[in-house]
């Protein structure tokens, strides 16, 4: 195991240069599910590694519950600095859980409160996939529904008083992308990996704006102008006052770089397919950030196999 131990803990960083030239030259639905994807594997792989470090120096701490025999010199020489590092990584792992568990009430609560949301306008009337509900407050979301079925688009009234016809339709059209799309799922697991590895936080910010962006593009095919979704993104962000919250749930006047998302939105478009023309450098972003996946992936496997081969011989059956 040596130390290919502590490599996942450090290789997030080779998916940083990918995070921001996916926004700038991939299609928003090809970054989102790439860096998704990409962010997920590697916070799985240093979750498990700091797991492995717990394991190995938590064996020669005095009275633990584990077996005597993973306190064998076998089991100290697998890891370097073993004991240090160990100690470190019950500390390490205990706040990755703690970050973790934290992320998911607060999922839980934001949804639980966008429902008593969607249950007061049903009582006013609102029916479809749109909750129109009486508030001064001007906001918009994408409510998925439980299984992925019944999600809703909830919309203030103050909102809606804010637009145009075109762009309240534009404003449906981009939560109902972000409904399609379940993007509160790729937004969720890269919180989570975020929180798990902090070298992971722009894949994090990179995913959310993607997110957006996709759901942009689907709106302006949707209401067949770019320039209206455009108009309606910049005033919903100018007139929206919502506070400050976890973005789990993809909501039209989200937080970010509005300005950037205009601004695409006023240009021609991205690529037409999934994949771009290649680049050197985005080549070699990608070069870089599958290495770097593939290393952790198969440096976790390997500290794990021999973890598993030597704790195994060491416990009497």
Known sequence: MGVFVYLPLVLPLTALPMARLAEQHLHPRSATLVLAAVGSTLALCSTLCLALLMVVGTAQLPGNPLPDGWSDPEVREAVPYEHKAGQIAIGVLAGVLAACGSTLLRHTRTRARAADALRYATRHGASGDIALVPSPDPYAYA??????????????????????????????????????????????????????NPFLLPLRTAVAYSTERWADEEAAYAVGSRRVVATAVGKAALFSHRGRGPAVLPAFAAPGP?????????????????????????????????????????SSLNATVTLVGILHAATPL
């Open 258 to 298: 509005v300005p950037r998302r205009v601004a695409a939105l006023l240009d021609s478009g991205p690529p037409a397919g999934p994949w771009p023309r290649v680049s050197a450098h985005l080549a070699v972003a990608a070069v870089t950030a599958t290495v770097g996946t593939a290393a952790s992936a198969l």
């Open 143 to 196: 409510l998925p529904g439980r299984r992925g079925r019944d999600g809703r688009v909830v919309v203030s009234t103050a909102m809606m008083d804010c637009l145009d016809d075109r762009e309240r339709r534009a404003l449906v059209a981009h939560e109902r992308a972000h409904l399609a799309g379940r993007h509160h799922r790729y937004l969720l697991m890269t919180q989570l990996a975020a929180r798990a």
